[in-house]
Every structure is written in structure tokens, then in C-alpha cells.
Antibody, heavy 117, light 108 residues
Framework: EVQLVESGGGLVQPGGSLRLSCAASEFTFNDYWMNWVRQAPGKGLEWVAIIRKDGTEELYTDSVKGRFTISRDNAKKSLYLQMNTLRPEDTAVYYC??????????WGQGTLVTVSS | EIVLTQSPGTLSLSPGERATLSCRASQSVAKNYLAWYQQKLGQAPRLLISDASKRATGTPDRFSGSGSGTDFTLTISRLEPEDFAVFYCQQYATSPLTFGGGTKVEIK
């Protein structure tokens, strides 16, 4: 069974930076497109970014373009999200999620990011 | 951007009843690349349906998806106690990928 485990969440001040990681196991990581999806407290799901299997293509939702960078290391079976210039509205649980194409078939349990002074 | 509108926001039903959830897209979803996810409190979402009507591995056959173009429906034929949760539709045809706002199915 696909295993995705996020880490790196925490409390950060507005304007600060944070790097999330996602460790993958029990599947062929480089067969999957990988995403970050977030969920603000008590709210719905919001797609953040996706990266191609080989890391050569990245797409972002408009609200994070220029601030967030998705990346992956297939040798380490890991996904990352570098988050800069964080805003209070970025506060959310961030899920690592992936699938063979753009369809998300597997999800991690999430890591909470809180942006507050 | 394709905007997905789910209705109703909340559905109050009893176990054994039929649930019908709607997801309407602001423009046609190519190839009917529309998925449904179930999310229980404190848990990650779980894929139920892909390609508008294909049940994911492990999805009970009381869950069915239908529709095409801009109008999609998730039907739960007879609600079981474990089905009460929030359900999201998502299109994965066009970037940005988008989710609907969710429908909460609660016990009446």
C-alpha cells in the first residue's frame, strides 16, 4: 500500500519561510505525478501545486505562484514544498498526494502549517 | 479556471436512505476527468470515483458516479453509518486542478 508521510510543518511568522517534505514508500515513486493540496481549518480542499514524474514540469495555483516551489528527489523518494513569504491565509493542513496522472489516488495524513505572529 | 459548485452544502439523512450529491462545473470537464473523494473528520481524503463513474479499488458498489460535461452526480444507494462524511468533487482535466466546496452528509 502506498505510504506518504509529511513533515516540516509548524508555526512561522508572516513573511517567513518553511520547507515541507514528504517521504514516499511502498510504491514506485517516479511513476507518480505528485501534488501538494491544502485545507485551511474548517474549510475545503485547495490544490496547491503538481510536479511531473521526472520533475521537468511544475504547475501552481495562482495564489502561491512566485512564493512556493514544488520539487522532488526521485532517488530519495521524496517530495518537497519550499514556502516563502508566508501569509496568514496560507495557514492549513498540507497534504502530499499523488497518482499515475493528474488524478490523485493516494494521500498522506498531512502536516499543519500555522502562519501567525 | 474551472469552478466546481457542489450542492447541497449539507444533506441530513438517516441510515438506509439514498443520498444524491451534485457537482456542477463552470465549463465542460474534458474527458469527464471528474473525481469524488470522501473525507471523514480528522482524516485525509479518500478517492471513491474517477473518470466520473469508475469506482476506485475498495469503493463499495453502493457508491455510484454519473454525469458528463458540466453536470455530475454522486449517489449513495443506501447510507451505511460509516458513510457520513464530507464529499468533494474535483476536476483533473485542466490546470489549475480544482475542488468543489464539499457536501456534508450528516445523520438526521
Amino acid at each position: 500500500e502506498v505510504q506518504l508521510v509529511e513533515s516540516g510543518g509548524g508555526l512561522v511568522q508572516p513573511g517567513g519561510s518553511l520547507r515541507l517534505s514528504c517521504a514516499a514508500s511502498e510504491f514506485t515513486f517516479n511513476d507518480y505525478w505528485m501534488n501538494w493540496v491544502r485545507q485551511a481549518p474548517g474549510k475545503g480542499l485547495e490544490w496547491v501545486a503538481i510536479i511531473r514524474k521526472d520533475g521537468t514540469e511544475e504547475l501552481y495555483t495562482d495564489s502561491v505562484k512566485g512564493r512556493f516551489t514544488i520539487s522532488r528527489d526521485n532517488a530519495k523518494k521524496s517530495l518537497y514544498l519550499q514556502m516563502n513569504t508566508l501569509r496568514p491565509e496560507d495557514t492549513a493542513v498540507y497534504y502530499c498526494a499523488g497518482g499515475g496522472g493528474w488524478l490523485i489516488t493516494s494521500w498522506g495524513q498531512g502536516t499543519l502549517v500555522t502562519v501567525s505572529s | 479556471e474551472i469552478v466546481l459548485t457542489q450542492s447541497p452544502g449539507t444533506l441530513s439523512l438517516s441510515p438506509g436512505e439514498r443520498a444524491t450529491l451534485s457537482c456542477r462545473a463552470s465549463q465542460s470537464v474534458a474527458k469527464n476527468y471528474l473525481a469524488w473523494y470522501q473525507q471523514k473528520l480528522g482524516q485525509a481524503p479518500r478517492l471513491l470515483i474517477s473518470d466520473a463513474s469508475k469506482r476506485a479499488t475498495g469503493t463499495p458498489d453502493r457508491f455510484s458516479g454519473s454525469g458528463s460535461g458540466t453536470d455530475f452526480t454522486l449517489t449513495i444507494s443506501r447510507l451505511e453509518p460509516e458513510d457520513f462524511a464530507v464529499f468533494y468533487c474535483q476536476q483533473y482535466a485542466t490546470s489549475p486542478l480544482t475542488f468543489g466546496g464539499g457536501t456534508k452528509v450528516e445523520i438526521k
